[in-house]
């Protein structure tokens, strides 16, 4: 079993993470920025925007999984700001650090989480969470790269800001988004495969136009709202981030999921 240290172990992938990975038997550290009451896990207080915590964090670990991000989109919603540019400070500078350190102290599997479609994004947000990738790939430590497309709750976040339009006109572009748990056990999975590199990509099963999404969203919350179908080129949907992929490993549906939400509301 590995000695294992997340990064983002208290955002949504890393809450889903760290149970999955104890679960498998794992022994799991958190790096994070303020200690977290799961009594599971060994927490390690860090910023991976500083560089603080990262060496003593990495002492006698054989496997890091690096989930943190700063996303400023996923943290409050989209805003204008987010066309022009996005923060470095933990997605680049923070998996620089992290990597050095890494090296240092001899972990034998550096596992990456990533986002499917990042190349075709127009989006600030993408290029930075690219150039973290590549240092990932040229870095000397055996690495994995795990992408997957947006998960449901950032959907879900993004159709909410909707709520407030009568009328929502959307793409119709394919796109098939995943459940945290599904990618949690995925990664989970690749701590002990013994595989190394680009991995096949995970999306969820539900492959559908993303205004199939937005009905199924209001149908689950009750919302009367007038669904327009718009077709879209592939090039203008994949620089918005609507993604898909053929790797349909995840197992949850968007409907299970949404009815799970909805249960847990009541
Ligand atoms: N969201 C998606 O749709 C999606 C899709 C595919 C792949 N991914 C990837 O999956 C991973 C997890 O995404 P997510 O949506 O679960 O992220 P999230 O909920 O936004 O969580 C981000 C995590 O990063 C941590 N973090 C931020 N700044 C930090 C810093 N300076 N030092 C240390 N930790 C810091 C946060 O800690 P705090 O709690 O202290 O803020 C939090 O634990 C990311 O690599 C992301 O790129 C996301």
Redesign the pocket.
């Known amino acids: 079993m590995a000695k294992i240290l997340v990064?983002?172990?208290?955002?949504?992938?890393?809450r889903d993470l760290a149970p999955a990975l104890t679960e498998a038997g794992h022994t799991v550290r958190l790096?994070?920025?303020?200690t977290g009451q799961d009594n599971s896990v060994e927490w390690v207080m860090?910023?991976?925007?500083t560089g603080d915590g990262i060496e003593e964090a990495l002492r006698g670990i054989d496997t890091v999984i690096h989930?943190?991000?700063?996303?400023p989109i996923?943290?409050r919603g989209m805003r204008l700001v987010d066309f022009f540019s996005s923060p470095s400070?933990?997605d680049v500078d923070?998996t620089r650090y992290l990597l050095a350190a890494a090296e240092h102290s001899g972990v034998s599997h550096f596992i990456f989480?990533?986002?499917v479609g990042l190349e075709f994004s127009r989006l600030p947000y993408a290029r930075v969470?690219l150039a973290g990738e590549r240092l990932v790939r040229e870095s000397s430590l055996p690495w994995s790269v795990i992408r997957?497309?947006?998960?449901y709750y950032?959907l879900a976040q993004m159709l909410g800001g909707l709520k407030w339009l009568p009328v929502w006109p959307l793409p119709t572009s394919p796109s098939n988004p995943v459940d945290?748990r599904d990618v949690a056990f995925y990664l989970s999975r690749a701590v002990t495969d013994g595989k190394r590199g680009v991995r096949p990509e995970i999306g969820g099963p539900d492959m559908m136009p993303f205004s199939s999404f937005a009905r199924q969203y209001c149908d689950a919350l009750g919302l009367r709202r007038l669904i327009l179908p718009l077709p879209i080129g592939r090039k203008m949907s994949l620089g918005m981030g609507l993604v898909e992929t053929g790797e349909r490993l995840g197992k949850r549906t968007w409907k299970a999921w949404l009815s799970e939400q909805c249960e847990r509301a009541r």
Do not use: N, Q
């Open positions: 990064t983002g172990g208290t955002g949504h992938l890393g790096l994070a920025r303020k860090g910023d991976l925007a989930a943190a991000t700063l996303s996923a943290k400070s933990v923070g989480v990533s986002i969470k997957a497309t947006p998960f950032l945290t």
